[in-house]
């Protein structure tokens, strides 16, 4: 019952999509051995879109879909929204902002509230990501919040990562701009319709020509996501980093990233954090204790 027809699949079944889906979010053993016999022969690309929360992330991945459905690409989305419960009516916003594609068999939108038990991201938003790349799909957009460590993680998952600024952050961009150079493959400035966009640009192009670049110029794009405005440039962009991304050396270096963070994930699978706070809190209060010793008994020897 539970098994996956794979030639419909790739045909863009959405049915059997959301099944293979809840098979790797399960952990399932037929979920496995999905995993482990899909042919990774054809590039289908993976872009990750990162910022804070109101940057208009969901704004611009909805312009894309628009933009790319006129192409007669066929999509697929990923929203993946952390846990915590503040950010639960994002996640309705963004259904609701979503909904004019829900029933479009060339869009397949998925929320995800998955978050790892080190924090950041769930190896099964790896898993899902890759069979999505089974699924029929030109192109699969990964919406995150870029909040903490999350901007660096999505390096791993993605093929190319758009980080969305707004003018406001002018400011900031000081501080922000260790980890976020690191994973922008493209900068957004959004909501370019409000005051201090061209300056904006202006000194995030700035640091940017800093950094050394050999293959790619991280460029700067502005945008107004709820017009349209820079869409079909930002998309350009993104056509021809992706045309780098078929080149072995990085190819490689994003297989390794995402590997890492897979080791990672299943080694650390039966750790939970939360409990270990709970499990030292009595330990450290015995008499004797010693960290180590505790690590040993409970942790290392399994
Ligand atoms: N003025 C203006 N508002 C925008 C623009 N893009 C998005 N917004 C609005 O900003 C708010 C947050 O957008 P959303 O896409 O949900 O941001 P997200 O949290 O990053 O996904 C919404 O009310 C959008 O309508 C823009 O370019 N200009
Ligand atoms: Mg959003």
Known sequence: MNSIDFALLQKGDARQLARAISLVENDLPEGKRLLTSLPFDKHVPVVGITGPPGAGKSSIVNALVHHLLAEGKKIGVLAIDPTSPFNFGSLLGDRIRMSDHFNDSRVYIRSLA???????????????TDVMRH???????????????SEVEIAGLADSTVVVLV??????????KSGLMEVADLFVV?????EGADIFVKNLNALVHQKEQAEWEIPVIKTIATTNEGIAELWEHLEKHNALNTG???????????????????????????ELVERLHVASGQPGFNIYDYLQQHYYGK
């Open 248 to 274: 072995s050396t990085r190819k490689v270096q994003l297989l390794a990233e995402k590997a890492w963070q897979l080791i990672m994930h299943r080694r650390m699978a039966d750790i939970d954090r939360k």
């Open 135 to 149: 699924a029929g799909f030109d192109l699969i957009l990964i919406e995150t919040v870029g909040v903490g460590q």
């Open 114 to 128: 998955t978050r790892g038990s080190l924090g950041g991201l769930s190896a099964r938003i790896f898993e899902i």
């Open 167 to 176: 003018p406001e952050a002018g400011d900031e961009v000081q501080t922000l």
């Open 190 to 194: 959004n909501k370019s319709d409000r």
